[in-house]
């Protein structure tokens, strides 16, 4: 529990949305003919966005069925070779004789409508979904407009560097469709929604009318929500109200996916920043470094063009959001995998937006460390903050 491998899992994700967003991405699974084809197959596509989406099946199947299909898979084919679809099906017949002996949990493909399926009542074929993931390349976006208990869902592929005045945009669209498993919170219910969209678009009628809806829960499924019309102010009202009403990993995943939409002109900057408005209570790492990494993203980007008036309101507010975990940090190595990341990315932030306190802080240490001529180490997490600060001194 220490290492934080949720957390460490969350970013490999971000990552590997990020390459699979531009049009040079490919499919997990292509046609490999020669040593340098087979080579190129041992990269983030296939290990990291791999990871993604069989996370995803194991959310959508249950834990219990995933696992007893991995377990079948690999008695099935330990010493020998497989394909994707073998994979699939063991996913999809997880029953053994012991099942039936001793009473326990199984799951069939002919008995998929009553057993571990959650998302519809249908039959649910779990190559056909596994395959829009694997054989085609890409990511979709969900468009969600809300408006009391109905909800109306629109698919379309997530692309950086194209717009939809562009071009090229209808070529690049055309034909993609996923299979999603989504998931998804509201505000008149305790449970999680499920659902399963096969279609370019669909409606879902809630029991209820809902104040919010928030899609992809605890960031589980593999793509993009944009939350249309009012959608991003409500839950822009939700964080500054109570943030706590959201899990830390759903907080993170809205950040991600708010900055992520700006990249491609869907979601307006100011809107995205007032998303971040919360983070000056905000007490977890995760949601703190991803909107700490973005704001530095922009900053340094504004301070490049120079525009100096906007760099410095950016600065300010920088600082502003982040001060009272700024103050908070030790300079040292205790703590936690998780607060030690946090500790130097806050740290050097600090120091690059010229935060007095922390220049001060850090030029002492390069001062004791230089005059002791090699009897004391610096900390690991600050050491390269120290030796910038002192250097440029």
Same mark, same amino acid.
């Given at each position: 529990? /220490? ?11 971000? +990552? ?22 087979i080579q190129e197959m041992f990269d983030s596509m296939s290990y990291e966005k791999g990871a993604c989406i069989l996370h995803m099946l194991r959310n959508f199947l249950t834990e219990e069925v995933f696992q007893s299909g991995l377990v079948s898979y690999l008695r099935k084919y330990s010493y020998g070779n497989a394909k994707n679809e073998d994979l699939w099906n063991s996913m999809a017949n997880t029953c053994t004789e012991g099942n039936f002996t001793s009473g326990g949990f199984c799951y069939s493909t002919s008995q998929a409508a009553k057993n571990a399926y959650l998302y519809t009542e249908e039959h649910l074929d779990i190559k ?19 408006? +009391?208990?109905? &909800? ?8 950086? $560097? ?7 945009? /209808? ?32 409606? &879902?009628?809630?029991?209820? /009318? ?10 589980? +499924? ?32 809205? &950040? ?8 491609? $002109? ?24 991803? +909107? ?46 998780? /607060? ?44 390269? &903050? ?8």
């Amino acid at each position: 529990p /220490e290492l934080q491998v949720d957390d460490f899992f969350l970013n490999k994700c971000f +990552g590997a949305m990020g390459s699979d967003s531009m049009n040079s991405s490919r499919a997990i699974s292509t046609a490999a003919e020669s040593p340098t084809q087979i080579q190129e197959m041992f990269d983030s596509m296939s290990y990291e966005k791999g990871a993604c989406i069989l996370h995803m099946l194991r959310n959508f199947l249950t834990e219990e069925v995933f696992q007893s299909g991995l377990v079948s898979y690999l008695r099935k084919y330990s010493y020998g070779n497989a394909k994707n679809e073998d994979l699939w099906n063991s996913m999809a017949n997880t029953c053994t004789e012991g099942n039936f002996t001793s009473g326990g949990f199984c799951y069939s493909t002919s008995q998929a409508a009553k057993n571990a399926y959650l998302y519809t009542e249908e039959h649910l074929d779990i190559k056909e979904v596994m395959n829009t993931w694997t054989l085609q390349k890409g990511l979709p976006v969900i468009i969600v407009e809300h408006s +009391g208990s109905l &909800i109306r869902l629109r698919q379309e592929r997530f692309l950086k $560097g194209v717009l939809p005045e562009d071009p090229v945009w /209808e070529s690049l669209q055309s034909g993609y469709l996923w299979h999603i498993p989504l998931t998804y919170i509201t505000s008149s219910s305790d449970r999680i929604g499920r659902y399963l969209l096969k279609t370019k678009s669909d409606t &879902i009628k809630l029991d209820k /009318e809902a104040d919010w809806v928030k899609f992809n829960v605890d960031m589980n +499924g593999y793509y993009i929500v944009h939350y249309e019309h009012s959608g991003w102010d409500a839950l822009v009202n939700l964080l500054d109200q109570d943030h706590t009403l959201l899990s830390m990993k759903d907080r993170t995943h809205l &950040i991600h996916n708010a900055f992520q939409l700006v990249s491609t $002109g869907k979601l307006s900057l100011d809107r995205a920043l007032d998303l971040t408005r919360y983070l000056r209570h905000e007490n977890k790492t995760m949601p703190v470094l991803q +909107g700490l990494a973005y704001l530095e993203v922009f900053y340094k980007l504004v301070e490049k063009r120079n525009i100096p008036d906007v760099a410095t309101n950016l600065k300010r507010y920088i600082l502003e959001f982040f001060k009272h975990l700024i103050d908070k940090q030790s300079w040292s190595d205790d703590g936690s995998l998780s /607060e030690r990341l946090l500790r130097t990315n806050l740290l050097e932030m600090a120091c690059d937006l010229q935060y007095p306190p922390c220049l001060q802080k850090a030029l002492d240490l390069f001062n004791k460390w230089k005059n002791s001529d090699g009897t004391i180490s610096l900390p690991t997490d600050v050491l390269e &903050i120290v030796y910038s600060v002192g250097a440029q001194s």
